[in-house]
């Protein structure tokens, strides 16, 4: 074990190990790297709650180079008593917005100025510096620059882009002409209430406004929830599409494909539905967990077809929950009720009279009992999201790969996550395997009304 290791490891001991809190407030940021031999915040005890400032996800992160991750998530939380092997069960309390304003769209990659990836591997060929730090001069697309020669440095721009505004009680935003969004520009990171340990360039400085006028309905949720994977990983690659990037890339934080295989949480899936009310269930792949969050969009259809939205800042409060014995190799959710495809939501009274009628017609001694859980999937592309999220849902509830194509079918859906590939695999699970597993009284706490 080298030295390196040796502290980190103890470091990660001694956040699992310490005196539990009641609450881990959290406002420190990683610089885009989940690593699991860094020290982790907390521990908060089984039962306990994290308190999150979160800082804009995707654009900000985006356009300044010296982020290794993609994106800027906050300090990994240890949870007290999880161990590998366990799964940690996280109920999003609250998800609150926190900035006035924000800036997005479709992207397109700006050659010259990467390694391989554009989103973890910016690169300064004049000076060969992978990671190059930077500064902001001006407003733009070229006003992020490159410290040491003082020329553009973002690996991105707009193809399409737009600055939103927000009204005061964040319910609906309406995207700027020109004029207001380079006003915004102008002060940025007050627009977007920028969390003070940030170092992400704001993305409202590029004062984007293709879009004018349209209006869309405020709904935030976390684009990444999750735990901390059992090797380093870029943090918006702790997933199975994006974490394909990684897989024989030229820089150096290239894995194989059975490393990502093994090691990733999928703790990026910008799903719609991971937002205040729901359950998350997580896998825990080194000790304490390590929950982390970041990337709040404040709105967003399925599948983030643009490739991004309107990230934001924002304050998150979390409960979490050790579920002792529950080997996960991904996530789980449990939806708020509205968010269930029609086929999954639990039956009504009325619904289970009707049906218990017709079992007696035919001779069935007794309906099932069943209640929805949202199997996540991820992949290269749909199709091997959808196979991957198949495979875990068969494996988990000791099912065939067809017998959850059949629920799926009858009791539930097929739903996009993200494209390229994360997807939900939602079915009615029998309560008797919930229970089984130790997931029956979430779902009975989640469904009961």
Known sequence: MTLQTQQTHNGVQAATSGVAHETVFVDQFTDGMLDPNQPMLGPVRDGGHIVANTAPGCWGPMITPDLRGGHEVTRPVAVAGAEVGDAIAIRIKSVRITSMATASGNDRH???????????????????????????????????????????????????????????????????????????????????????????????TFAPHDLVGLVGRLRPFMGQLGTTPSRPLPDSH????????????????????????????????????????????????????????????????????????ADVAGVVTLQVHVIKGLALDGPLLLPVREDLPFLAQPLSAAEKAQAEAVAKEWGVDAIEESLPVSVVGTGPDLNSATENGLARAAALFDMSVPEVMNRATITGGIEI?????????????????????????????QYSN
């Open 238 to 309: 702790n997933a199975g599409d994006f974490g394909s990037f990684l897989i024989g890339a030229p820089h150096p934080y290239a894995v194989t494909a059975d490393e990502l295989a093994i090691h990733k949480t999928d703790g990026h899936m910008d799903i719609d539905s991971v937002r205040e009310g729901a359950i998350l269930i997580c896998p825990v792949k080194t000790p304490g967990g390590g929950i982390y969050l970041g990337d709040m969009h404040a709105l967003q259809g399925d599948g983030e077809i643009a490739g991004h939205t």
């Open 110 to 204: 700006i050659a010259g100025r990467f390694l391989g990836d554009p989103y973890i591997a910016g690169f300064c060929e004049e000076t060969g510096t992978l990671n190059p730090e930077t500064y902001v001069e001006g407003i733009g697309e070229d006003a992020v620059r490159y410290k040491a020669t003082g020329k553009p440095a973002s690996p991105f721009a707009f193809t399409n882009g737009y600055t939103i505004a927000f009204d005061a009680n964040r319910q609906v935003g309406v995207t700027l002409p020109q004029g207001a969004a380079e006003c915004i520009a102008h002060d940025a990171n007050r627009y977007a209430a920028m969390p003070e340990n940030s170092v992400q360039h704001s993305i409202l």
């Open 417 to 445: 996550g993200r494209a390229p590939g994360v997807i939900q695999v939602t079915f009615r699970v029998p309560v008797s395997k919930l229970e089984e597993k130790g997931l029956l009284s979430f779902a009975v706490d």
